[in-house]
């Protein structure tokens, strides 16, 4: 069946560093990849899509890669701040979206 | 402009009662979808809309899950008997189209607890 891996574990970084959160999927081939961000007690915001032609897609301080030879995406968040504190959600999708269950990032300032 | 609308926010209620859950999407947007999240989980599919097409129901867990869409517009998810396990948050959301390159806009859902 499909499988998503997200890293159940929280991620904490220091304010400025760059954020890699790592989405890996098994047992089928998306031709979209979206990833959303999370607050607590408040639905998804979309934040970026990548197409399975497109190696990577940036938006100011995000930027999303699509391998899929390796069945992976890695989302950066350069120059973070305590502001981008969050779960991040990865969602590959064939036919329909299919979540992960997010990484925590926690910004320390 | 207004986002996607759930309504209650939160609900609580004895097992075995109905509960009915409303999602009001933006306005123009034709696809609407359900999702389930339990604490620490991801978000499960339950149910999606596309217009005027027959429902994609592969998602709901069991016959006592049902959805209805009005008007092509606002829609109500029903559980009829609610278990305890269907205790979670339940979202919605709503794109201008049901394409996969269409960003989900989600509400903030229904807390939903089930004593």
């Known amino acids: 069946s499909q499988k998503i891996e997200q890293n159940s574990e929280a991620l904490n970084i220091q304010e400025g560093k760059t954020a890699t959160l790592t989405c890996n999927y098994t047992?089928?081939?998306?031709?979209?990849l979206q990833w959303y961000r999370q607050d607590p007690g408040r639905g998804p915001v979309f934040l970026l899509l990548?197409?399975?032609?497109?190696k990577e897609k940036r938006k100011e301080r995000l930027k999303v890669t699509f391998d899929t030879t390796l069945k992976q995406s890695l989302f950066h968040i350069t120059a973070s701040q305590p502001a981008d504190s969050a779960t991040y959600l990865c969602?590959?999708?064939?036919?329909?979206?299919?979540f992960g269950q997010g990484t925590t990032l926690q910004v320390k300032p | 402009g207004a986002g996607v609308s759930q309504s209650p926010s939160n609900k609580v209620t004895e097992k075995g009662k109905d509960v009915e859950l409303r999602c009001d999407p933006i306005?123009?947007?034709?696809?609407l979808y359900w999702y389930r999240q339990s604490l620490g989980q991801g978000l499960e599919f339950l149910i999606y809309f596309q217009g005027n097409s027959a429902p994609d129901k592969s998602g709901l867990p069991s016959d006592r899950f049902s959805a209805e869409r009005t008007g092509g517009s606002v829609s109500t998810l029903t559980i009829q008997r609610t278990q305890q396990e269907d205790s979670a948050v339940y979202l919605c959301?709503?794109?201008?189209?049901?394409?996969?390159?269409?960003?989900?806009?989600f509400g903030d859902g229904t807390r939903l607890s089930i004593l």
């Open positions: 990548i197409r399975e032609n497109e």
């Open positions: 047992n089928y081939s998306p031709a979209y």
């Open positions: 969602a590959p999708s064939t036919g329909k979206l299919i």
């Open positions: 306005s123009g947007h034709t696809a």
């Open positions: 959301a709503s794109s201008l189209r049901g394409q996969l390159t269409q960003p989900q806009h």
